[in-house]
């Protein structure tokens, strides 16, 4: 269960970042990716790593999931990183997305955390969601 409900909830908020205007017009356009396309343009966001566990009791299953959705901006300081993390933020948790054979029982944001890499010019803004789920 773990595996196949990571897969898809991770697809499924992609999907939710994809549909949040603010956040595509803020990038823009659709800048949003599991796999950076060679040579794109800053800023972007890049679907990071995800993880699972099993959160099952007695009288039901379900799964934990972490997710990490990383935004890169090549402005001016950690302001635009900052920003466009708190635009995904608003977005991953305004509703919660159709994932197929489950029902989310909560989603939270847990963590933003900002970074220089080691290039000394671009920013990083990792937003880390918590999602609860079990089969529908």
Known sequence: MIADSLDKTQAAYAAQLLAGS???TALG??????????SQAFPYVVLGPGAGRDWSGQDASGAELTLAFDVYSRAQGRSEAAQLAGLASAA???SEPAIS???????????????????????RARIT???LIEPA
Request: proline fraction near 2%.
């Open 29 to 38: 356009g659709a800048h949003i990716y599991d796999a950076v396309p060679h």
């Open 101 to 123: 054979g489950y029902r989310v029982v909560l989603a939270e944001v847990t963590r933003i955390e900002t970074d220089r890499l080691k290039d000394a010019r671009t920013f």
């Open 92 to 94: 991953l948790t305004a």
């Open 129 to 131: 969601l918590r999602v």
């Open 22 to 24: 603010a956040l595509t």
